[in-house]
C-alpha cells in the first residue's frame, strides 16, 4: 500500500509543478490590440480601439513593424489601424510587433 500512496503523491506533485509552469508561461504569451492610432511618438502610441479603450505602449529596440508598406516606426501615421502585439506582464505596456492593418469601417458607416 505504500508504494501507491508514494506513487499517488509524485502525481500530485508533478501536477502542481505543472500547473504553476502553465500559468507562468501563459502569463508570458502575447495579447493583440486592434485599433487607430491616436497619436505616434518616437518613444509610444496611443491606440484607440474605437469602443472606449485608449491603450499606450512603448517603442523598444525590438519592436517590429510590418504591413501596409510599413516596415519601421517612423512610417506609422496618426489614423493607421493597427494591431499591437504586447504581453500582460509589462508595465508600462510594450509594443512587440506593430502590424498596420487595412483601414476598418467605423460604426455607423454605411457599407457600399
Do not use: C, H
Not at 33 to 52: A, Q, T
Amino acid at each position: 500500500m505504500l508504494p501507491v500512496a508514494r506513487k499517488a503523491g509524485q502525481i500530485a506533485l508533478l501536477a502542481l509543478v505543472a500547473s504553476i509552469l502553465w500559468t507562468a508561461s501563459a502569463s508570458a504569451q502575447t495579447r493583440e490590440f486592434v485599433g487607430k492610432l491616436d497619436s505616434v511618438s518616437e518613444k509610444k502610441v496611443i491606440v484607440d480601439n474605437r469602443k472606449g479603450d485608449k491603450i499606450s505602449f512603448a517603442k523598444t529596440d525590438e519592436t517590429v513593424v510590418q504591413g501596409e508598406g510599413k516596415t519601421k516606426w517612423d512610417e506609422l501615421k496618426k489614423n493607421d489601424w493597427v494591431t499591437i502585439d504586447w504581453m500582460m506582464k509589462d508595465n508600462p505596456r510594450k509594443a512587440y510587433k506593430v502590424t498596420v492593418i487595412p483601414p476598418r469601417e467605423e460604426a455607423g458607416e454605411d457599407a457600399q
